[in-house]
């Protein structure tokens, strides 16, 4: 068993709460590169004082920069890698309209505080204290920082899958499931598509001249969502809409951006085949189906991951709480850093209302979730 150490009151609830808040003040959608890397800013300059080495990878494509942080003095490949991402799905200005940082009882409530800033922040708190204190382990430990991951991850997938490859173990900070529970496989892989239909302008007052483009859209989004097998797990979401440019004129242009998701990757192929073969009711209209970057693998659970699993389940047991692993619905950064070598997701505290105005923590999760970080960084090797 790890004994605590005295200098512990730097995984204390308040100081971990402090931290999360002070990140979560910092708003950060995945399309302001601005927004986010004020907050990779932060992240460096904290890793920094803590005495950790620090490389940060510019970012791409509209994309904010990507922030690796590391013990120091380690030259081996082989090591743990905590993933975490700082983009969130809340624009700026959600802080003050809509869901400002507060707390109720046990729970903490902010834009991003569960999907994934806790998680982040807690990784990164057992990382610093680790380091700051000189205490000992068995493997180097960097922690990737990515700024696109609520949009797939498309300018940082390759580095994921890069420092994935040299890796022993990988460790990702997404929110605890369902009361604590770690994911342990995300085996059916998502999609992301774009809906392209095109009509016919005309006047208002002539319609029949016209080719709506919006009516044609909204026949095809009652068969997409009309695909959704909830209880088997199958989820097909049409989450933004445009079209059109004004009420006096026949639209003759509208767009869908569509996210498939499925426990399952042969049922995720045949919805994805089914998706890509749409045409159109309207045969003077035309559809056309772009599939977007940042689809993701599967990530199935292996022998390997359940010995890094068991590992884990036993330290939990020390501190105090039993950990379960379940298969995550949707994907994330973990299915592509599993294809490489063994991972745990969900490793952030407890909560609900991911990408909601009802996001939340628990914070009594924060200090068992956040020494769980600290030993398994500690022991695994």
């Known amino acids: 068993m790890i004994k605590a150490s005295e200098d512990d009151f730097e995984l204390g609830t308040d100081e971990l709460l402090a931290g999360i808040q002070e990140w979560v003040e910092i708003e950060t959608p995945s399309s302001d590169a601005a927004a986010v890397n004020r907050l990779v800013s932060l992240v460096e300059q904290q890793a920094q004082l803590a005495g950790a080495v ?67 922040f807690i990784a990164f708190a057992a990382l610093c204290h680790l380091i700051r204190h000189g205490l000992p382990r068995k493997l180097p430990v960097r922690h990737l920082f990515v700024p696109d991951e609520e949009v797939g991850s498309p300018t940082s997938r390759a580095m994921i899958e890069s420092e994935a490859r040299r890796a022993k173990y990988v460790l990702v900070t997404e929110p605890a499931r369902d009361g604590g529970k770690i994911v342990t496989s995300r085996s059916g892989g998502t999609a992301e598509f774009k809906l392209h239909i095109a009509g016919r302008a005309a006047h208002s ?24 097998d909830y209880d088997a797990g199958l989820h097909v979401n049409v989450g933004i809409v445009n079209g059109g440019t004004s009420t006096g004129i026949i639209p003759d242009s509208a767009v869908a951006e569509i996210g498939l998701s499925s426990p399952s990757s042969s049922a995720a192929e045949q919805a994805i085949q089914l998706i890509k073969s749409i045409k159109s009711y309207d045969p003077d209209v035309t559809v056309q189906i772009e599939t977007q970057l940042g689809n993701r693998p599967g990530y199935d659970r292996t022998p390997a991951i359940d010995g890094l699993f068991a590992h884990a389940h036993g330290l939990a047991a ?15 950064d973990a299915n592509f850093a599993a294809q490489y070598a063994p991972t745990l997701d969900g490793m952030g505290p407890d909560g609900e ?6 996001e939340q923590i628990v914070i009594s999760s924060l200090v068992p979730r956040a020494r769980l970080l600290l030993n398994l960084f500690r022991t695994l090797g």
Request: hydrophobic share 40%.
């Open 54 to 120: 620090t490389v940060r990878h510019s970012g791409a494509s509209g994309f904010a920069d990507l922030l690796l942080v590391a013990t120091p003095g380690d030259s081996q490949n082989h090591g743990v890698l905590v993933l975490s991402h700082l983009d969130t799905v809340h624009p700026v200005g959600t802080l003050k309209n809509g869901l400002p940082i507060h707390r109720e009882g046990d729970r903490a409530f902010g834009p991003g505080i569960y999907d994934m800033k806790g998680g982040a």
């Open 205 to 228: 007052l002539h319609p029949r001249s016209g080719r709506s483009a919006i009516k044609e859209l909204a026949r095809q989004i009652l068969d997409l969502e009309a695909m959704n």
């Open 318 to 332: 020390e501190l105090g709480f039993e950990l379960i692993g379940v298969n995550g619905p949707i994907g994330g």
């Open 353 to 358: 209302g991911a990408h909601s105005l009802s």
